[in-house]
């Protein structure tokens, strides 16, 4: 019976982990009894703990993979800079990071650059365009020597950090009484399953994963609130870094053409040093919606094939001939991300952000990047959404 148990929770996991609904029933090991549970250690699940910490609530994370920081992530090898595997932009002003790490002063000891590219080429296929006069002015700022994750790392973790549960994917949330009731199974190598209970529970895990019902709610979410789910998109994609012996490339190279009905489908190749202290020549891609179509199921090997293939037709073969090393982080593949970030922003996602938000019973809380009406889909969205829960989670406490 128990291998049984195992096997069919490896087919639910090599399986992209689909549907719970054909779960066995889970054995219970424990029941731990909290004032809120947060289900999702990405940025918005680490910013809701920060603010409950701030104010004394006993609270727990509960993360389904071994680490933290979800869509932020970093790699430290490929270059001689930290490489943003996932959020890498600051999309709005840098004084943002003083909201988010609680630091009025932060920006002393956090340097940031602008974005101040001058040269944007299109690849029409035959030859390259310059673009350079459409670039966005006031420029975005990335970080210099560190990464989103490294601001994480340094300014929210370290205060929430010993209150997450790690291995432990949420599979069901129990609102029939009084208390929550969260049930979990192991996130990678299923080891014995455990529940939780809270007064308040605030779910921030990407929206892929509450379209797929990878977590079953009891009693089920509203048909409204379902349907609003299913309005928000998220596309598939992924991100690749590739390093060269020459710079051959431009500050940015655009490969898909602008779609007004898709506009936030990425097929762009920039230089991923910009502004960086390195002696490395990084060239970044980003592959976001249809453009990513073609290479999401392809092996790493395949995909670093066909991107060498495509720039050595724009640059005769300079590509393949300095080609040195390349990570491939594939974010549709991801367990418990399953895409990248909003992608279909119009004047009717207010209205559906509203109906997503809305809390259950004020007991069920939402929050995470997908939910602000300000920047959806990004990192200062998901710690705003997070913000806006906690405040929420605080009015029903008083
Ligand atoms: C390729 C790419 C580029 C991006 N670029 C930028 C950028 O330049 N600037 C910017 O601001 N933003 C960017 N973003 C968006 C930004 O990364 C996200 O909006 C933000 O990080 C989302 O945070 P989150 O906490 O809502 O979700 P996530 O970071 O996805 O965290 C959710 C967490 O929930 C966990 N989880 C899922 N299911 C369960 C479960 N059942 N039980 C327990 N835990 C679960 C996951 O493992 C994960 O850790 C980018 C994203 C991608 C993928």
Same mark, same amino acid.
């Given at each position: 019976?128990?291998?049984?148990?195992?096997?069919?929770?490896?087919?639910?996991?090599?399986?992209?982990?689909?549907?719970?609904?054909?779960?066995?029933?889970?054995?219970?090991?424990?029941?731990?009894?909290?004032?809120?549970?947060i289900?999702?250690?990405?940025?918005?699940?680490l910013?809701?703990?920060?603010?409950?910490?701030?104010?004394?609530?006993?609270?727990?994370?509960?993360?389904?993979?071994?680490?933290?920081?979800?869509?932020?992530?970093?790699?430290?090898?490929?270059?001689d800079?930290?490489?943003?595997?996932?959020a890498?932009?600051?999309?709005?002003?840098?004084?943002?990071?003083?909201e988010?790490?609680?630091?009025?002063?932060?920006?002393?000891?956090?340097e940031?650059?602008?974005?101040?590219?001058?040269?944007?080429?299109? $690849?029409?296929?035959?030859?390259?365009?310059?673009?350079?006069?459409?670039?966005?002015?006031?420029?975005?700022?990335?970080?210099?020597?560190?990464?989103?994750?490294?601001?994480?790392?340094?300014?929210?973790?370290?205060?929430?950090?010993?209150?997450?549960?790690?291995?432990?994917?949420?599979?069901?949330?129990?609102?029939?009484?009084?208390?929550?009731?969260?049930?979990?199974?192991?996130?990678?190598?299923?080891?014995?399953?455990?529940?939780?209970?809270?007064?308040?529970?605030?779910?921030?895990?990407?929206?892929?994963?509450?379209?797929?019902?990878?977590?079953?709610?009891?009693?089920?979410?509203?048909?409204?609130?379902?349907?609003?789910?299913?309005?928000?998109?998220?596309?598939?994609?992924?991100?690749?870094?590739?390093?060269?012996?020459?710079?051959?490339?431009?500050?940015?190279?655009?490969?898909?053409?602008?779609?007004?009905?898709?506009?936030?489908?990425?097929?762009?190749?920039?230089?991923?040093?910009?502004?960086?202290e390195?002696?490395?020549?990084?060239?970044?891609?980003?592959?976001?919606?249809?453009?990513?179509?073609?290479?999401?199921?392809?092996?790493e090997?395949?995909?670093?094939?066909?991107?060498?293939?495509?720039?050595?037709?724009?640059f005769?073969?300079?590509?393949?001939?300095?080609?040195?090393?390349?990570?491939?982080?594939? $974010?549709?593949?991801?367990?418990?991300?399953?895409?990248?970030?909003?992608?279909?922003?119009?004047?009717?996602?207010?209205?559906?952000?509203?109906?997503?938000?809305?809390?259950?019973?004020?007991?069920?809380?939402?929050?995470?990047?997908?939910?602000?009406?300000?920047?959806?889909?990004?990192?200062?969205?998901?710690?705003?959404?997070?913000?806006?829960?906690?405040?929420?989670?605080?009015?029903?406490?008083?």
């Open positions: 019976m128990k291998y049984l148990l195992v096997l069919i929770l490896g087919a639910f996991f090599i399986t992209g982990c689909s549907n719970p609904e054909v779960l066995p029933d889970i054995e219970i090991s424990s029941k731990d009894t909290y004032q809120v549970l289900v999702g250690a990405g940025a918005a699940g910013s809701a703990a920060a603010e409950l910490e701030k104010e004394g609530i006993d609270y727990r994370v509960i993360e389904a993979r071994k680490k933290y920081g979800g869509r932020l992530s970093a790699n430290y090898e490929l270059a800079f930290p490489i943003d595997l996932g890498e932009w600051i999309h709005e002003d840098p004084s943002i990071l003083a988010i790490s609680g630091d009025p002063n932060i920006l002393d000891a956090v940031v650059i602008p974005y101040d590219i001058q040269q944007m080429l299109f $690849w029409n296929g035959e030859r390259l365009e310059d673009h350079s006069d459409e670039i966005e002015n006031p420029p975005e700022h990335k970080f210099k020597n560190t990464t989103w994750f490294d601001f994480y790392d340094n300014y929210v973790v370290p205060s929430v950090k010993d209150n997450i549960i790690y291995n432990r994917a949420v599979s069901e949330i129990d609102y029939t009484n009084d208390q929550v009731i969260i049930k979990t199974i192991n996130g990678t190598d299923y080891a014995p399953t455990e529940i939780y209970q809270a007064d308040a529970v605030i779910v921030a895990v990407p929206i892929t994963i509450l379209q797929q019902n990878y977590i079953r709610f009891v009693p089920d979410l509203s048909a409204k609130k379902k349907t609003a789910l299913n309005q928000i998109k998220m596309s598939a994609g992924l991100k690749i870094f590739m390093t060269f012996s020459e710079h051959f490339y431009p500050e940015v190279l655009i490969l898909n053409e602008y779609d007004e009905d898709f506009p936030y489908d990425e097929k762009t190749f920039y230089d991923a040093a910009f502004g960086k390195s002696e490395n020549h990084v060239m970044g891609v980003l592959l976001v919606g249809e453009p990513a179509t073609p290479y999401l199921n392809l092996d090997k395949s995909v670093i094939e066909l991107l060498l293939t495509e720039l050595d037709e724009i005769e073969g300079k590509a393949s001939a300095t080609y040195e090393d390349h990570i491939v982080q594939n $974010w549709s593949s991801e367990p418990y991300i399953l895409g990248t970030y909003t992608t279909d922003i119009d004047e009717k996602l207010d209205q559906t952000l509203r109906k997503v938000k809305q809390p259950i019973d004020d007991r069920i809380f939402f929050a995470g990047g997908a939910l602000d009406s300000e920047e959806p889909g990004t990192v200062p969205g998901a710690y705003r959404s997070a913000v806006e829960a906690v405040d929420l989670v605080f009015k029903m406490f008083k």
